[in-house]
């Protein structure tokens, strides 16, 4: 991008300046020995065209909207429409989230994002043994489509866009959103959303696991099959990188682990007959907002840019809607502290510049009370706050990719791209991110990369604000949110009654056809149907599909 | 004291976070601890077990999902149900201010919550091991 | 009741309890092992032993899954290596064995080496014996075999398993020398992925060559993870049980084995007088100083060390 004579001029004039900074420092000194990003990364003195003199614009940034990305998947990005403001909510029961729902939509959040509880995610109703005490808690419980009915009672489908964060069993609430949208009168080529469906993270990360890697791939690819005919407008899996770096990866690590579970779905995908075209433009990815404003930029422009390659280079895509990373993007949870809440604000509102400087299609942005409960009604309006202040005030959406051309942002995001091929290079050595993660290799990284951090705090290197520097003497007292515990009462309740007034010799029926389905090749997306339009449980519904295959049991090297 | 201290690190319940348990396994065999992980997935009698088995000094508990209340006394009850006298029970996780007093009452130590350094666990555990 | 009596009720903290008290040295415990010693020699005890990753905790918990199909009653030593630096270990092997703990017919210990070398800790020769008291008809020692200084687990066990995975290339070469002379079954696990017969031939011709034996190894490929011929497994395992034991090799074994334990055992006394001599009054220093300042040699330091053992 410069000329060679400009150049050699610039290296000149830097290293004298270099030199006579580094000559004073004796008498004024830098703050510490070493300056790194977030993910530790070390950071220069200055950043100049130097540190950029190879970049091509029209290769490696070029335009909003056209390959590779970099600077944005849409061509108006924000001038024509803000990012989808979307709250991540649900607790209790069904009938308290969708007050929740209606409240958030209200205040003017622009689409749903649901949140179930663990024994939901995992499989099991609210009576199974294991739910004890889980009822509720970190989302809403959902046994049955009567409770689905209930959570979007007096919600237009064909109105606003959901999100589910469901992976195991994300088959059956979709099918039961299906359902719903259906006695809506709602056909199922008007809905739109996303499920996050995405196993391999699960192994990873999350832990909300139910089938063993071959069996959740099958789901995930009848899911692509099923929604590319019947349900056109959905965002069929969410590849997350969030709860990667939520779990202590660096920034390369989450974009590199992302991706090559990306990978992963894509080859699966493609084995099971599909044309990369015809699934690949409803994929979505997830990632995490984190505290270095800078380095996250750079870390979702590197992220495009990646994944656009790949999908053009080795898959072939044709249509650019297939190389496009469209992601919803979360502030990071693991940064908020339960010292001094309020500043957690703060923190929220730096990570969403990240985002948004970055180009999110979608986000959530976390409360203060993260770190002690869920939020209160009060906690959740400032974060929705927090993003309208920044879309409204900050100017920071009056043009796209405004950092761009940064010698600094762009000379990190070529960092990071080059890291992040590293490491799916030696995964795809390893014969892809589901061998990587059966031999422990992507979870040791990431156990590394947590332990280095939290060394580096315990020892000052880091410094985390009302932690480990200006400390208060803690109050305690908080406005918190409480579960009740009757809710899983009320949950055992309702599943006794469903069970008396539903037919269960239809139930019974459905079933049998399911678990038989299941032991052939046949997409399972309309047995499933008729399972949740039965009113089959969910916990009798991923039953059924436990005894057919197997559980997972989880690769632990520490 | 010239043997290793033997702590449980586990995880009751569904949640399926670890990365706090991990980091504090490891912290604690650097401190020359022999640490038992369970893994996911744990329900209280399955840790009260393995805390017998292993005839541990502490059963260490990490869980984020809200689900505290109820599974760590449970765990305190199960142990003393057994007649184990001798262990010390730790909580940490995403557990606000206000549950800490009944927890303690129930019989856990101690909890630990987000931001406290493994050292300060790691001294805790040296000061009040009950086995010598 | 004492501890004594308990353990042999079936209690199962009186159980752990010794063994605690037999890894810290504690008098007491050895006293007990004493006593009961005379009723120990009826648990048969398996080692199962093989590189890292090879899923032999997943392995152990199919095996014992099928022997309490059979109604026995089953102890697990699960060990780990312990750091050389720190003095911890992350013991992380019970996570496969979820399932069985709360079985009351099965009981799993896991031990760091605490600086033995050779795959296994001091205590589980002692660990062995106690779990034989509880009343366990088979016990799994299963432990990390690196290579061929990972033997040990020979000298503690009536039948050695190796368990191996398909596509080890490299690393079978490192440790064929030392495998084909240890094992009395192999095994190859995670079966289902490609390259298990390649390496189950590969093995067999080892073995081909390996003309000395009188009992020929044999390798069976098994899926821990998909529980698949896991009973072949194990009736191999017996066959061997029943050769020994027919054949009155088994006591051949044991003693062999016990002549190992009770030489480390007095080696280890020894060892301890000697240390004792040694650092007593700090002679140990006084002498080392002398050496290096060339006033007397190492050889002569170590004659006048030796000479106090005569006191």
Known sequence: MYSEKKLEDVKAAFKDWDESVNKSLAKYPERKEKFSTGSDTLVDRLYTPIHVENLDYEKDLGYPGEYPFTRGVQPTMYRGRFWTMRQYAGFATAEESNNRYKYLLEQGQTGLSVAFDLPTQIGYDSDHALSEGEVGKVGVAIDSLKDMEILFDGIPLDKVSTSMTINAPASVLLAMYIAVAEKQGVSSEKLRGTIQNDILKEYIARGTYIFPPEQSMRLITNIFEYCSKEVPQWNTISISGYHIREAGSTAAQEVAFTIADGIAYVEAAIKTGLDVDDFAPRLSFFFNAHNDLLEEVAKYRAARRVWAKIMKERFKAKKDKSMQLKFHTQTAGSTLT?????????????????????????????????????????SVKIALRTQQVVAHESGVTETIDPLAGSYYIESLTNQIEEEALGYIER???????????????????????????????????????????????????????????????????????????????????????????????????????????????????????REVFGEYEQTVIL | MDRPIRVLV??????????????????????????????????????????????????????????????????????????VDDVLVLGGGVIPEDDIPSLIESGVEAIFTPGTPTKDVINFINTNIKRK | MNIEERLLKKDKRACARLISMLENNDEEAIKIIKNLYHKTGSAYVIGITGPPGSGKSTLTDRLTKELRKEGKTVGILA?????????????????????????????????????????????????????????????????????????????????????????????????????????????????????????????????????????????????????????????????????????????????????????????????????????????????????????????????????????
């Open chain 3, 79 to 311: 060990i780990d290596p312990t750091s050389p630096f720190t003095g911890g270990a992350i013991l992380g092997d019970r996570i496969r064995m979820s399932d069985l703990a709360l079985d009351k017919d099965v009981f799993i210990r896991s031990m760091g080496t605490r600086g033995f070398l050779g795959g296994v800790s001091k205590a589980t020769w002692g660990a062995v014996k106690i779990l034989d008291m509880y009343g366990c008809d088979y016990i799994f020692i299963e432990t990390v075999g690196v290579g061929q200084s990972e033997i040990d687990i020979v000298k503690m066990a009536d039948t050695v398993l190796m368990v191996l995975v398909p596509n080890m290339g490299d690393d079978i070469q490192a440790i064929k020398a030392g495998i084909m002379e240890i094992a009395d079954v192999f095994t190859i696990n995670k079966s289902d992925l490609d390259g298990a017969d390649k390496t189950k031939m590969e093995i067999e011709m080892n073995l081909d060559l390996n003309e000395k034996k009188d009992y020929r190894p044999p390798v069976v490929k098994v899926s821990a993870q998909k529980n698949e011929d896991i009973d072949f497994l194990l009736s191999k395992l017996k066959d061997h049980e029943s050769y020994i034991k027919n054949t009155g090799k088994i006591h051949e074994i044991r003693r062999r084995n016990l002549k190992t334990e009770i030489l480390q055992l007095a080696e280890e006394e020894v060892l301890k007088i000697i240390m004792n001599k040694a650092y007593e009054n700090d002679l140990i220093d006084a002498l080392s100083t002398k050496v290096e300042k060339r006033e007397e040699d190492p050889y002569t330091a170590k004659e006048r060390i030796v000479a106090l053992l005569n006191d």
């Open chain 1, 338 to 378: 339960a010292q001094q809440p309020d500043n957690n604000i703060i923190r929220v509102t730096i990570q969403t510049l990240a985002a948004v400087l970055g180009g999110t299609q979608s986000l959530h942005t976390n409360s203060r009370d993260e770190a002690l409960a869920l939020p209160t009604e009060d």
């Open chain 2, 10 to 83: 586990a995880k009751p319940g569904l949640d399926g976070h670890d990365r706090g348990a991990k980091v504090i396994a490891r912290a604690l065999r650097d401190a020359g601890m022999e640490v038992i992980y369970t893994g996911l997935r744990q329900t209280p009698e399955q840790i009260v077990a393995a805390a017998i088995q292993e005839d541990v000094d502490v059963v260490a508990m990490s869980l984020l999902s809200g689900a505290h209340n109820h599974l760590f006394p449970k765990v305190v009850n199960l142990l003393r149900g057994e007649g």
């Open chain 1, 427 to 545: 995964i795809d050595n390893l014969g892809g991110a589901t061998k990587a993660i059966e031999n422990g290799y992507i979870q040791k990284e990431i156990q590394n990369s947590a332990y280095k951090y939290q060394m580096s705090v315990e020892s000052l290197d880091t410094i985390v604000v009302g932690v480990n520097k200006y400390k208060v003497e803690e109050t305690g007292k908080r406005d918190l949110l409480r579960v009740d515990p009757h809710v899983e009462m009320l949950q055992r309740n309702k599943l006794d009654k469903l069970r008396s007034e539903r037919d269960n010799s239809l139930v019974d029926k459905t079933l049998s056809v399911l678990k038989e389905k299941a032991e052939t090749e046949e997409n399972l997306m309309p047995y499933i149907l008729d399972s949740v339009k039965a009113y089959a449980t969910l916990g009798e519904i991923c039953g059924v599909l």
